[in-house]
């Protein structure tokens, strides 16, 4: 068995457990927890965004805002 076998194995094993487990993912991406680590985490990444590119700080809020929308409940 060589080492793409393996690879590929860990990859079926992890679609296996995904898709036995996906609504607690689910409920867990949409948890108040999840929201406050992502919340932290992009506005993290938007203020370096923003000093590397301070003339985008517009677009830069909007992507971080499309981004909060899909993990987290508010």
């Given at each position: 068995?060589?080492?793409?076998d393996?690879?590929?194995n860990?990859?079926?094993k992890g679609?296996?457990l995904?898709?036995q487990?996906k609504d607690?993912i689910?409920e867990?991406?949409?948890s ?5 680590i ?9 203020d370096?965004a923003k000093k ?10 909007e992507?971080?805002?499309t981004?909060?929308?899909?993990v987290?409940?508010?």
């Amino acid at each position: 068995m060589g080492i793409e076998d393996n690879v590929g194995n860990a990859v079926n094993k992890g679609k296996d457990l995904y898709e036995q487990n996906k609504d607690k993912i689910a409920e867990a991406v949409k948890s108040e927890q999840a929201e406050d680590i992502s919340d932290k985490v992009l506005d993290g990444v938007a203020d370096f965004a923003k000093k590397i590119a301070p003339g985008a700080a517009d677009k830069i809020d909007e992507i971080r805002d499309t981004a909060d929308k899909a993990v987290g409940n508010e």
